[in-house]
T-cell receptor
């Protein structure tokens, strides 16, 4: 069966510090991968998606970047965090146009 | 453009009563529709989907949803609510149209509260 992992689960970082969040998927090959941010426990904002290694599309220009160094690994990064980067970050995977499956999320607080 | 509307921010229902969480959509082409549930500080869990076929779709935890093409709706229902159903519910849509991406458009979510 497929599983998706995210780490860390929680993170508190000062403004201006770098960020690296990691997501890995097991039990499937060549998945589509997604990064979302959820603010204030409500709506989901799609940040990045990837249909293959090294292929990243950005939905919203901002202080973040994403990379996919391996087929089942998706990394969200920032060189300098802003207060507005605080939120709940969710990674998800899908096979084609089928349903997405979400990881447990990372709670990021920028202080 | 593709979009989803969940007209109710909050739905309250007594345990044992039927519940409905509303969703309407706008999409080019045939819609693929999904419902997700989110418990506090957790990721989203997939509940059910409509791709084609029978308009009534059954999913996890006793939930079902009815696809209505003429009303462009996909309401989530359950005949008898449980306190443990209290959570945030998201409707999502993607257009078919031969796309392989699966980019989902989410509604803003509806907070369901079931009181004992």
């Amino acid at each position: 069966s497929q599983t998706i992992h995210q780490w860390p689960a929680t993170l508190v970082q000062p403004v201006g510090s770098p960020l690296s969040l990691e997501c890995t998927v097991e039990g499937t090959s060549n998945p589509n991968l997604y990064w979302y941010r959820q603010a204030a426990g409500r709506g989901l904002q799609l940040l990045f998606y990837s249909v293959g290694i090294g292929q990243i599309s950005s939905e919203v220009p901002q202080n973040l970047s994403a990379s996919r160094p391996q087929d089942r690994q998706f990394i969200l990064s920032s060189k300098k965090l802003l207060l507005s980067d605080s939120g709940f970050y969710l990674c998800a995977w899908s096979l084609g146009i089928h349903e997405q499956y979400f990881g447990p999320g990372t709670r990021l607080t920028v202080t | 453009a593709q979009s989803v509307a969940q007209p109710e921010d909050q739905v309250n229902v007594a345990e044992g009563n039927p519940l409905t969480v509303k969703c309407t959509y706008s999409v080019s082409g045939n819609p693929y529709l999904f419902w997700y549930v989110q418990y506090p500080n957790r990721g989203l869990q997939f509940l059910l989907k409509y791709i084609t076929g029978d308009n009534l779709v059954k999913g996890s935890y006793g939930f079902e949803a009815e696809f209505n093409k003429s009303q462009t709706s996909f309401h989530l229902k359950k005949p008898s609510a449980l306190v443990s159903d209290s959570a945030l519910y998201f409707c999502a849509v993607t257009g078919g149209g031969g796309s392989t991406l699966g980019r989902l458009y989410f509604g803003r979510g509806t907070q369901l509260t079931v009181w004992p």
